[in-house]
């Protein structure tokens, strides 16, 4: 079984620029959450995703936005980059909203320049 | 709001015991304990629901004091593949703000050593 993948697994921008984000979850997970995990901050709630509609989101601009496909797929918009967006984004998945175990993405590191 | 974790950090010997404490300033319905290696994803340890019931995963263990709002992860007879951050992620009641938000601290650093 394929675990959560995310691409790109690298990714470098510029100030100013937009980053997309993609992740797919484990085969039959409907949820989706992602993570925004920086030099010494731990994990940060970004976002959660469940069947097609955003159910919560952590305390983040609103440059930061997303969505979740029909396949429960899921993307990761970051509008106009910040230096301190540089960090490695998670995402994970689970197969009911709430109190289920994560699984989670190798990530994608995002570097902005 | 983030749960705090402590210790920040703990060095042990091959076959030493930690406790790693997670505090919320939140009504908890459940906690999550998950390992996180260098360079990987973190990984599933377990999760606890209310009811202060302690649950188990080869020699580590946990248990979740509801009233209290923490929960206490116990490493017995602790192995080199141990070593990682560990972090607590807590989730409040439904119909709160709190309700699907996997908060997770800081993290404790653990490190083994043979």
């Known amino acids: 079984e394929a675990g959560v993948t995310q691409s790109p697994t690298h990714l470098i921008k510029t100030r100013g620029q937009q980053a997309t984000l993609r992740c797919s979850p484990i085969?039959?997970?409907?949820?989706v959450y992602w993570y925004q995990q920086a030099l010494g901050l731990g994990l940060q709630f970004l976002l959660w995703?469940?069947?097609?509609?955003?159910?919560n989101r952590g305390n983040f601009p609103p440059r930061f936005s997303g969505r979740q496909f029909p396949n429960y797929s899921s993307e990761l918009n970051v509008n106009a980059l910040e230096l301190e967006d540089s960090a490695l984004y998670l995402c994970?998945?689970?197969?009911?909203?709430?109190?289920?175990?994560?699984?989670f993405g190798s990530g994608t590191q995002l570097s902005v320049l | 709001q983030q749960p705090v974790q402590s210790p920040q950090a703990v060095i042990l010997r091959e076959g030493e015991d930690a406790v790693i404490n997670c505090s919320s300033s939140k009504a908890l319905y459940s906690v999550h304990w998950y390992r996180q290696k260098h360079g990987e994803a973190p990984v599933f340890l377990m999760i606890l629901l209310k009811g202060g019931e302690q649950k188990g995963h080869e020699k580590i263990s946990a248990s979740f004091n509801e009233k209290k709002q923490q929960s206490s992860l116990y490493l017995t007879a602790s192995q080199l593949s141990y070593s990682g951050t560990y972090f607590c992620g807590t989730e409040g009641y439904a119909g709160g703000t709190s309700y699907g938000k996997l908060t997770f601290g800081q993290g404790t650093i653990l490190t083994v050593h043979p």
């Open positions: 994970a998945s689970s197969w009911k909203a709430t109190n289920e175990k994560l699984f």
């Open positions: 995703y469940d069947e097609g509609e955003e159910r």
């Open positions: 085969s039959g997970h409907t949820s």
